[in-house]
């Protein structure tokens, strides 16, 4: 019964489908360039920044609050898109990100700055989370991997480029343009979108928000955020105000279940949490995140007091860790496309990442340069084994109707353990480092009063007699290096987890379900690569008015 008339113009459907879909692509990276660049671009200009605007005591939260708010999105944004459909929404983050961009822009004081940082979260959590669903979107999970490998590199990419342009921007045209260049780039995003990107609409036309579940979940993702970022540095771990923030997280992650429990639309279902893959693959993730962001996250000061070169080679010297994750993120993606198999991936790869702790732990100030770069470069080939793979396990693992949850809620866990990896490895660092100073530092001409500790910087060490400066330079050493080691055991309990994961096919096609109120409404539908029809047999248009069959997937 299969007939091979319609043949020509089934063979030109796939040339139109790829160029659209890389022009999609295009966009998305766009996206997720904004994204990424701004978590980092503040790193080197912050010093200014604060200067400028008198405010160096609220420093602190021109990253906080950017973080806070995207983490807080995520899983709205999941959620939200499989009710209702991904584009709009896509679209409505863009213009948020691109709105706070110019607050931030037009700051003139450290709370317009604060502010516009916030607004640029509330859009940014979902650039990143929108991005890799839409993917799923019109990329069956078979092709999806070369296509995550990508969005990988560019997270790496701008890991080191943020820092660096941050650095330019400051020494050149100004700090402001941090935020004005968003404004040409995320309007080039939109355009893309509005012409490129043809998705159906969401699995329910008359969705029910889960209102209460986002706000408990709100309330415990700041309280979280902020207790682990202030304990041990604005406030000691055993204050009222950290006990407050950890009972508060507790708490509301408490009524955050039961509430999730009865809601008909839970922005986080529990049955998610019964599929041992996404289990499996989010706490590794998890893991990976503390790890990686304990890691690299003081790194750069480590580098700069110990090695004495000053931040903008502090940033250049990271960069064999992040040229290795891009090229490694990119070829593991190609390779999962074409074999099929990837759960030797991150498996090898937080293998690989414990190793590179372990090597790390071992550098003394005397260690060559070029050691120190292999070890880094060592770290990024296993995080590029990894960070793509995990989401594509979760998203194979869900119908597509659920991928933009089950993203976000991985996504959403990933950034906890990257705020718990830098809340932790800094509180150990800064305690370890203060014992170390006060016991090793001489008290002799030159050396710093216990005051003046706090206003070290790598060019004041650097032209200290060597009686003070090697003290300081072994203390930094001896602070942080130990701590690497430490995170080891905790990395090998990922690869021990991983080894348990079910190697489930990836999907060669897209399956969606057929709503009868879409069938209605003639809403484009795609199940499995073929053209939907409704009861009479003939084809379901969709809301663009473009033929269905050059939606084959």
Same mark, same amino acid.
């Given at each position: 019964?299969?007939?091979?008339?319609?043949?020509?113009?089934?063979? =030109?459907?796939?040339?139109?489908?790829? /160029?659209?879909?890389?022009?999609?692509?295009?966009?998305?990276?766009?996206?997720?360039?904004?994204?990424?660049?701004?978590?980092?671009?503040?790193?080197?200009?912050?010093?200014?920044?604060?200067?400028?605007?008198?405010?160096?005591?609220?420093?602190?939260?021109?990253?906080?609050?950017?973080?806070?708010? #995207?983490?807080?999105?995520?899983?709205?944004?999941?959620?939200?898109?499989?009710?209702?459909?991904?584009?709009?929404?896509?679209?409505?983050?863009?213009?948020?990100?691109?709105?706070?961009?110019?607050?931030?822009?037009?700051?003139?004081?450290?709370?317009?700055?604060?502010?516009?940082?916030?607004?640029?979260?509330?859009?940014?959590?979902?650039?990143?989370?929108?991005?890799?669903?839409?993917?799923?979107?019109?990329?069956?999970?078979?092709? /999806?991997?070369?296509?995550?490998?990508?969005?990988?590199?560019? $997270?790496?990419?701008?890991?080191?480029?943020?820092?660096?342009?941050?650095?330019?921007?400051?020494?050149?045209?100004?700090?402001?343009?941090?935020?004005?260049?968003?404004?040409?780039?995320? #309007?080039?995003?939109?355009? !893309?979108?509005?012409?490129?990107?043809?998705? *159906?609409?969401?699995?329910?036309?008359?969705?029910?928000?889960?209102?209460?579940?986002?706000?408990?979940?709100?309330?415990?993702?700041? &309280?979280?955020?902020? $207790?682990?970022?202030?304990?041990?540095?604005? @406030?000691?771990?055993?204050?009222?105000?950290?006990?407050?923030?950890?009972?508060?997280?507790?708490?509301?992650?408490?009524?955050?279940?039961?509430?999730?429990?009865?809601?008909?639309?839970?922005?986080?279902?529990?049955?998610? $949490?019964?599929?041992?893959?996404?289990?499996? #693959?989010?706490?590794?993730?998890?893991? %990976?995140?503390?790890?990686?962001?304990?890691?690299?996250?003081?790194?750069?000061?480590?580098?700069?007091?110990?090695?004495?070169?000053?931040?903008?080679?502090?940033?250049?010297?990271?960069?064999?860790?992040?040229?290795?994750?891009?090229?490694?993120?990119?070829?593991?993606?190609?390779?999962?496309?074409?074999?099929?198999?990837?759960?030797?991936?991150?498996?090898?790869?937080? %293998?690989?990442?414990?190793? !590179?702790? =372990?090597?790390?732990?071992?550098?003394? *100030?005397?260690?060559?340069?070029?050691?120190? &770069?292999? @070890?880094?470069?060592?770290?990024?080939?296993?995080? +590029?084994?990894?960070?793509?793979?995990?989401?594509?396990?979760?998203?194979?693992?869900?119908?597509?109707?659920?991928?933009? %949850? !089950?993203?976000?809620?991985?996504?959403?866990?990933?950034?906890?353990?990257?705020?718990? +990896?830098?809340?932790?490895?800094?509180?150990?660092?800064?305690?370890?480092?203060?014992?170390?100073?006060?016991?090793?530092?001489?008290?002799?001409?030159?050396?710093?009063?216990?005051?003046?500790?706090?206003?070290? %910087?790598?060019?004041?060490?650097?032209?200290?007699?060597?009686?003070?400066?090697?003290?300081?330079?072994?203390?930094?050493?001896?602070?942080?290096?130990?701590?690497?080691?430490?995170?080891?055991?905790?990395?090998?309990?990922?690869?021990?987890?991983? &080894? $348990?994961?079910?190697?489930?096919?990836?999907?060669?096609?897209?399956?969606?379900?057929?709503?009868?109120?879409?069938?209605?409404?003639?809403?484009?539908?795609?199940?499995?690569?073929?053209? =939907?029809?409704?009861?009479?047999?003939?084809?379901?248009?969709?809301?663009?008015?473009?033929?269905?069959?050059?939606?084959?997937?």
């Amino acid at each position: 019964m299969t007939s091979n008339a319609p043949q020509p113009p089934a063979q =030109a459907a796939p040339d139109v489908d790829k /160029r659209s879909i890389l022009l999609v692509f295009a966009g998305l990276l766009v996206a997720m360039l904004l994204a990424s660049l701004d978590q980092t671009i503040f790193s080197t200009a912050l010093p200014t920044i604060v200067g400028e605007l008198n405010g160096v005591e609220h420093m602190l939260w021109v990253t906080t609050s950017y973080i806070l708010a #995207a983490t807080i999105m995520l899983p709205i944004y999941g959620k939200l898109g499989d009710l209702i459909g991904r584009k709009g929404l896509f679209i409505f983050a863009i213009s948020i990100f691109l709105v706070g961009s110019v607050i931030g822009g037009l700051s003139q004081n450290m709370t317009e700055l604060i502010i516009g940082r916030a607004v640029q979260g509330l859009g940014g959590g979902g650039l990143m989370l929108l991005s890799q669903a839409i993917i799923a979107d019109v990329i069956p999970a078979r092709q /999806r991997g070369k296509y995550m490998g990508v969005m990988g590199g560019v $997270f790496a990419l701008s890991s080191v480029a943020g820092p660096l342009l941050g650095g330019w921007f400051t020494e050149s045209i100004g700090w402001r343009w941090a935020f004005w260049m968003n404004l040409p780039l995320g #309007a080039l995003a939109i355009l !893309a979108a509005v012409l490129f990107l043809h998705l *159906p609409k969401g699995t329910n036309s008359k969705p029910r928000i889960d209102v209460a579940g986002m706000g408990l979940l709100a309330i415990a993702t700041t &309280c979280l955020v902020l $207790f682990t970022t202030w304990g041990g540095t604005q @406030y000691a771990w055993d204050s009222m105000q950290i006990i407050a923030l950890i009972a508060g997280t507790v708490v509301a992650g408490v009524l955050f279940v039961l509430v999730e429990r009865r809601a008909a639309e839970p922005i986080m279902p529990l049955h998610l $949490f019964k599929d041992r893959n996404f289990n499996l #693959a989010t706490l590794a993730g998890l893991i %990976t995140g503390v790890a990686m962001f304990g890691a690299i996250g003081y790194l750069p000061t480590y580098l700069q007091m110990v090695t004495g070169v000053n931040a903008t080679l502090a940033g250049f010297m990271m960069i064999p860790m992040m040229a290795a994750l891009l090229v490694t993120s990119i070829v593991s993606g190609i390779l999962v496309s074409r074999t099929g198999r990837y759960k030797w991936l991150p498996i090898t790869g937080t %293998t690989i990442v414990a190793g !590179a702790l =372990a090597l790390l732990s071992t550098m003394t *100030p005397d260690t060559p340069v070029w050691i120190l &770069c292999s @070890y880094l470069a060592l770290m990024g080939l296993g995080l +590029g084994m990894t960070m793509q793979i995990f989401i594509l396990i979760v998203q194979n693992s869900f119908p597509i109707a659920q991928v933009g %949850t !089950a993203t976000a809620g991985n996504n959403f866990f990933r950034q906890v353990g990257a705020s718990l +990896g830098s809340a932790i490895v800094g509180s150990l660092f800064v305690s370890r480092l203060t014992t170390l100073l006060a016991e090793r530092l001489p008290q002799a001409p030159g050396a710093p009063s216990s005051g003046g500790l706090n206003s070290l %910087t790598p060019s004041l060490v650097k032209d200290m007699p060597d009686a003070v400066r090697m003290p300081i330079i072994s203390s930094y050493n001896d602070a942080l290096v130990p701590v690497f080691l430490y995170m080891v055991p905790l990395v090998l309990i990922a690869v021990v987890l991983l &080894c $348990f994961l079910v190697e489930k096919p990836l999907a060669t096609r897209i399956e969606r379900d057929i709503l009868p109120e879409s069938i209605a409404e003639g809403e484009l539908l795609i199940t499995g690569g073929r053209e =939907a029809v409704g009861p009479d047999g003939a084809p379901i248009a969709d809301d663009g008015g473009a033929p269905a069959a050059r939606r084959t997937l």
